[in-house]
C-alpha cells in the first residue's frame, strides 16, 4: 500500500546516539509531504483526465461507428434505389418490345386484310368487266344475226301496207 502524505508526516524516527538533526529531518519531510501531495493531486488530475478523455474517445468511436453505420445504410439504399431502377427500365423496355409488337402486328394484320380486300376487289372487276363484254358480245351479236334483218324488213313491208 502506498504512502500518504499523512504516514509521512506521523513518521517517528527512533534517536540514537548522535542522530541526525530533528529540524533538518523535520524540514525534509515536510517538503517530502508537501511534494508528495503535489504528485497525487497531479496524478489525481491526470487521472481525471485520462477518464474524461477516454469518454470523450467512447462517444467519438460511438458516433465514428453510428457514421459508419449510416453509410452502409446509405450504400445499401443507394444499391437498392439503382437495382430498383435498373428493373423498372427492364420493365419499362420489355413494355414497350411488347406494345411496339402489338403495333406491329395490328399493322400487319390490316396490311392483310387490305391486300385481302384489294384481291376481292380486283376479282369483282374482272368478273364484272367479263359480264359487261359478255353482254355488248351478246348484243353484238344479235345485232349482227339476220333476225335484225327479218324484223326491218317485215317493218318494211308493214309500212307499204
Do not use: C
Not at 93 to 98: D, G, L, R, S, T
Not at 116 to 144: C, N, T
Amino acid at each position: 500500500m502506498p504512502l500518504t502524505p499523512l504516514d509521512i508526516h506521523n513518521k517517528e524516527f527512533t534517536r540514537g546516539f548522535r542522530g541526525y538533526d530533528e529540524d533538518e529531518v523535520n524540514e525534509f519531510l515536510d517538503q517530502v509531504i508537501k511534494d508528495y501531495e503535489a504528485v497525487l493531486r497531479e496524478k489525481k488530475e491526470l487521472f481525471e483526465q485520462v477518464t474524461d478523455l477516454d469518454d470523450k474517445l467512447a462517444h467519438f468511436k460511438n458516433i465514428e461507428e453510428t457514421l459508419n453505420k449510416s453509410i452502409l445504410v446509405a450504400q445499401e439504399a443507394a444499391e437498392e434505389v439503382r437495382t430498383n431502377a435498373q428493373k423498372e427500365a427492364q420493365l419499362i423496355v420489355k413494355e414497350a418490345e411488347k406494345n411496339a409488337d402489338r403495333i406491329i402486328n395490328d399493322a400487319l394484320s390490316k396490311s392483310r386484310k387490305v391486300m385481302i380486300e384489294m384481291e376481292e376487289l380486283k376479282k369483282q372487276a374482272s368478273v364484272y368487266k367479263m359480264r359487261f363484254k359478255m353482254l355488248i358480245e351478246a348484243q353484238l351479236e344479235m345485232l349482227q344475226t339476220d333476225d335484225w334483218n327479218e324484223v326491218i324488213e317485215e317493218e318494211e313491208v308493214y309500212e307499204e301496207r
